[in-house]
């Protein structure tokens, strides 16, 4: 990542991968700036260990944070799937590192809350020192960005991109008028001329 500016993650996730994630945290921790951390829908799995890398976490009082131990799929015999064991064991250790760095908790409760797959509301993320606040509407600045909502609806904007693209049709496909004075304009010129205009209405 470049720049050194404060920055803003928001995360609404289920979670995924946890190597994608490992990397995504060591990214964020590197970071020169301050990251903020919203929790603004759900930081499950592997998301909540990419929201412990902010420098302040905040959670929506309405949004959820998960922790759980981490899963694979194996196929083989015995040794295969001691192996994957064994490496589930370490990638569980590793997870726990962030979960510890950021909340101050035992290893011990950390992993029984992993092992239990604990769901946090705000409040409960809070008191366990997963998250620094809760999100109030005081907290939105006045100049901050917020994340586009894709399915957000404005009826404003859905009439100007429709003028906007009508206006557009016309500078296109309407024919130039050369201009002159309106004493100069016949009947038919101006019936023609509305025509023209009444094709792209």
Request: charged fraction near 25%; include cysteine; glycine fraction near 6%.
């Amino acid at each position: 990542m470049s720049g050194s500016g404060d920055i803003t993650v928001w995360i609404n996730s289920p979670g995924g991968d946890c190597v994608a994630a490992a990397q995504i945290y060591n990214m964020l921790i590197d970071y020169e700036g301050n990251v903020t951390v919203k929790i603004d829908g759900i930081a499950a799995s592997a998301a909540s260990v990419i929201a412990m890398a902010g420098t302040k976490v905040l959670m929506s009082p309405v949004s959820m944070l998960m922790i759980h131990n981490p899963m694979t799929i194996a196929m083989g015999d015995r040794a295969e799937m001691e192996k994957a064991i064994e490496m589930l064991s370490e990638v569980k250790e590793s997870i726990m590192n962030a979960y510890e760095i950021k909340s101050g908790l035992s290893r011990a409760k950390i992993s029984h809350l992993m092992d239990a797959e604990t769901w946090m509301n705000a409040n409960k993320a809070k008191e366990l020192g997963f998250i620094d606040e809760i999100l109030s509407r005081e907290d939105r600045s006045e100049d901050e960005e917020q994340p586009a909502a894709s399915m957000m609806y404005s009826e404003a904007t859905a009439v100007n991109s429709l003028m906007g693209k009508i206006a557009e049709k016309c500078r296109i496909n309407a024919k130039p008028v050369q201009p002159e004075s309106p004493k100069g304009r016949s009947v038919t010129q101006l019936k023609e001329q509305l025509n023209t205009i009444k094709k792209f209405i």
